[in-house]
């Protein structure tokens, strides 16, 4: 498994809106390709500090190169947010504690 992760800067009072446009955006069909290819997605938040992440998993590095690409030409949501850094890894370990 492989993960894209891209960092972001934005105003404190801004995340509520930036997350509503994610949400909106992943469930829309200008996304369709890019849901093919991603196993999992998650957006982090440091509200306090004017911090984000996203993350993108996919199955194969190929499938992730393909996303970074897309993600890439996207059109940034609103609100003056910048991006700040990305970073591809492999997963090489990855544990989750039952419930």
């Known amino acids: 498994m492989y993960v894209r992760i891209a960092q972001f ?3 404190a009072d801004d995340w509520d809106e930036r997350i509503a446009e994610v949400r909106r955006r992943m469930q829309g069909d200008e996304n369709a390709e ?7 997605s998650m957006m982090l938040v ?3 500090n004017g911090r984000g992440a996203g993350l993108f998993f ?11 690409e897309l993600l890439n030409n996207a059109t940034p949501p ?10 591809m890894y492999e997963v090489a370990v990855d544990t989750e504690n039952p419930t």
């Open 34 to 40: 890019m849901r093919k290819l991603v196993t999992r």
């Open 78 to 87: 609103p609100g003056g947010g910048q991006r700040t850094s990305v970073q």
């Open 46 to 48: 440091d509200r306090e």
């Open 9 to 11: 800067e934005a105003p």
């Open 58 to 68: 996919c199955d194969t590095e190929d499938d992730l190169r393909k996303v970074d």
